[in-house]
């Protein structure tokens, strides 16, 4: 079982992915164990019951669904950096999903 378990969210997730790689990166040079993975936001709620991650991260493109997101959940749910996203900043974005979950 990971140390830490993080979800990001994207329309189909496609473009998360190489996010999630460079999260993962960012995890492995700072020796944690972190299960980082993606999925469409149609498929959010089973790979929630499914994987019980610590936080979402949602993609700018699906950020309307930030407020669903945390009326039902008990994590904390944030949207990513737009900048931070766009350059696929996988380190910033691992820190802060770090931030979030505390």
């Known amino acids: 079982m990971a140390e830490r378990t993080i979800m990001l969210c994207c329309a189909a997730g496609m ?4 996010l999630v790689s460079k999260m993962q990166k960012a995890a492995a040079a700072d020796g944690i164990d972190a299960e980082i993975f993606a999925t469409a936001a149609s498929d959010a709620d089973a790979k929630i019951e499914e994987k019980h991650p610590e936080v979402l991260m949602l993609g700018p493109q699906v ?10 959940l008990s994590i904390p749910v944030e949207v990513i950096n737009m900048q931070d996203y766009g350059m696929m900043n996988g380190e910033k974005v691992f820190k802060r999903a770090l931030e979030l979950i505390g």
Request: proline share 0%; charged share 35%; aromatic share 14%.
């Open 63 to 72: 950020r309307y669904l930030e407020g669903q997101f945390k009326d039902k």
């Open 15 to 18: 473009s998360t992915s190489l």
